[in-house]
Structures are given as structure tokens and as C-alpha cells.
């Protein structure tokens, strides 16, 4: 059964970059897409952008000049980067197995999540 | 960016009540909507994928219904392991989005 473990640090300065990883235990990193979610109290939940195995990646414009997420196959972990952060990034951070049907994807499963505050 | 608006925000409900949960996509997203069920501390699961389908392991109390812009996610007998947050999202076009959430608390 696959399962996500997010870690990076759970404070950064603000105007600095934040940086989380993701593990992927109990399955393939070679298939399917990778996101990044996440919940904060004024803004509920907000999806970041994803990355494929092959490193396709798409972003979430109200992000995108800041965001960038990568893939490490060999050590089946996925990225996050978030530069210039403000209080208003501050939240829990979600990585999240993207799964397809013939229709539609959905987010499944998801890791436990990691709260970063932004703050001096 | 689709918006999504769920209603109502919260609700109170007693164990064994039937609980429908609306969601309302600003533009036709065809069948691309999926729920989504969050307890304190702890990550979303998805519950229904495509508007309808049951995730595997979800019990099948839980019942997704719609297409276009109106959803609704029926709880038929509500169960004391139900009392949670539930968000719907939809996967129709990037970004992808979600509503704000419902809460289900006890009566």
C-alpha cells in the first residue's frame, strides 16, 4: 500500500524559500502524478501544482511565479519549492498521489501533512 | 479557475439521520468531481471519485450523485465515525479546486 511522508523545516523566515520533500514508501514513484495541497484557515484547501514521473509539471497560476516542483525517481521523492514566502503561505502542507479513470483523477492517498509557519 | 460552493457549511446531525451535502461547480465540469472526507488532525480521503464512484473500502452508505454544476454526496444512515469535515473538488480543468467544506457535527 502506498504511503507519503512529507518533512522540510516547519519554520522559514519570510521573503525566504520553502523547501518540503516527499517519500514515496510502499509503491512506484514511476507512474501516475505527484501534487502538492495546502490548507490553511482563511483559504481552505489550495492545490499547488503536480509533477509526473517523467517531470511534467503543472502549476497553479495564482502560484506559478514562485512554485517548482521536481522529481527524484532514484530516491522515489518529489519536491517542493516555494520561494519569497509571507504569513500568507502559512499552512499545512499535503503531498498527494494523483490516480486516473477514464474520466477523471482525484487525490489518493495523501500524507499525513506538515504545518509550515511563516514568521521571523 | 472553477469555483466551487458546498452547502451548508456545517450542520448538526443524529447517528442514524440521512445527511446530503450539495456542491456547486461555477461552470459545467461534466462528472469530474470528487469528495473528499477530513477528520481533526488528520489528511483528506477520498470517499467518491467521478461524481458517483465508491473508493475502495468506503462503506456504501456513502452515495455521490450529479453532473454539470450541481453534486450532492448522501450519507444515507450516518454513523458515529462519520462526524468529519467533507470537502468536494473538482478535476474538470487545472487549477484544480476545491469547496469549502462541510462540517458534520452531532446533534
Known amino acids: 500500500q502506498v504511503q507519503l511522508q512529507e518533512s522540510g523545516p516547519g519554520l522559514v523566515k519570510p521573503s525566504e524559500t520553502l523547501s518540503l520533500t516527499c517519500t514515496v514508501s510502499g509503491g512506484s514513484i514511476n507512474s501516475h502524478y505527484w501534487s502538492w495541497v495546502r490548507q490553511s484557515p482563511g483559504k481552505g484547501l489550495e492545490w499547488i501544482g503536480y509533477i509526473s514521473y517523467s517531470g511534467t509539471t503543472m502549476y497553479n497560476p495564482s502560484l506559478q511565479s514562485r512554485v517548482t516542483i521536481s522529481v527524484d525517481t532514484s530516491k522515489s521523492q518529489f519536491s517542493l519549492s516555494l520561494s519569497s514566502v509571507t504569513a500568507a503561505d502559512t499552512a499545512v502542507y499535503y503531498c498527494a498521489r494523483g490516480l486516473r479513470s477514464r474520466l477523471g483523477n482525484w487525490f489518493d492517498p495523501w500524507g499525513q501533512g506538515t504545518l509550515v509557519t511563516v514568521s521571523s | 479557475d472553477i469555483q466551487m460552493a458546498q452547502s451548508p457549511s456545517s450542520l448538526s446531525a443524529s447517528v442514524g439521520d440521512r445527511v446530503t451535502i450539495t456542491c456547486r461547480a461555477s461552470?459545467?465540469?461534466?462528472?469530474?468531481l470528487n469528495w473528499y472526507q477530513q477528520k481533526p488532525g488528520r489528511a483528506p480521503q477520498v470517499l467518491i471519485y467521478?461524481?458517483?464512484s465508491l473508493q475502495t473500502g468506503v462503506p456504501s452508505r456513502f452515495r455521490g450523485s450529479g453532473s454539470g454544476t450541481d453534486f450532492a454526496l448522501t450519507i444515507t444512515s450516518l454513523q458515529p465515525e462519520d462526524f468529519a469535515t467533507y470537502f468536494c473538488q473538482q478535476s474538470y480543468i487545472t487549477p484544480r479546486t476545491f469547496g469549502g467544506g462541510t462540517k458534520v457535527e452531532i446533534k
Open positions: 467521478d461524481a458517483s
Open positions: 461552470q459545467s465540469i461534466d462528472r469530474n
